[in-house]
């Protein structure tokens, strides 16, 4: 890519080729990046792209369920013995075919099932995350800007490890829904980006602003509407059509470097 484009939020469309997007859970995607996954579709229709894939990280089953469940899974209508993993991966296929991608998903399980010290952390995920990543042979990764959420800073770290190894792909975030209006949050991982060396920028990707397409992916996941709405205001946020923001992550250009000690 020219350094003029680079400059001024340029993407490249072979660059978009073969897209993966990393969700922590099974919704995340869609509720940040749906629109874009859509315009990929389009895209893919026309011939111009490949196709998208969705990588649900936190999408195994626990090694037992909480009984009774927890108050975000009962809020969705579980309750003792159901099997949560099962119904939401039925609720992620129908989502991906709205949005026209594939679900994969890894075996790690949310952490509200999981007491702290069972928990994965990022150097136990990356090894997965990045055999998948390489089975699918994306040209660009997006991940969560990790906020809030213990698994969404844990998809993003154990992102941020496999693009050590693979430069090659172009590497961008994805604005967490929800999570990024909390204050300071958005601003405090732009920072943190900022003074590791790998400056996140916003870019000009495409999307589709079909608000109804989104919306109907969305409301695939059933079992998850009620406690989105109590806790994340979610059709308060869908009818404000809050716009997806995608931030190149790559180090600045050179000779821009001094501006780390402004």
Known sequence: MEDQRVTWGGVESAELARIVVLSPHFDDAAMGAGQMLVRHAEERTRGTAGRASVVTVLGGRPPAYPDPPSPW????????????????????RAAMAVLGADPVWLDFADHQYLQPAHRPDPSDVAPVLEDTLVGVGPTAVFVPMGLANPDHVLTHEAALIVREHHQEWAWFAYEDHGYKHIPGLLAWRVSKLFRSGLWPTPALVPVTTDTDRKRRAIWCYASQIAPLERDHALTERLDANVAEQFWRLAPPPAGWEALVDV
């Open 73 to 92: 899974d009962a809020l969705g209508g579980f309750g003792s013995g159901d099997d949560v993993v099962a119904r939401r991966r039925e609720e992620d």
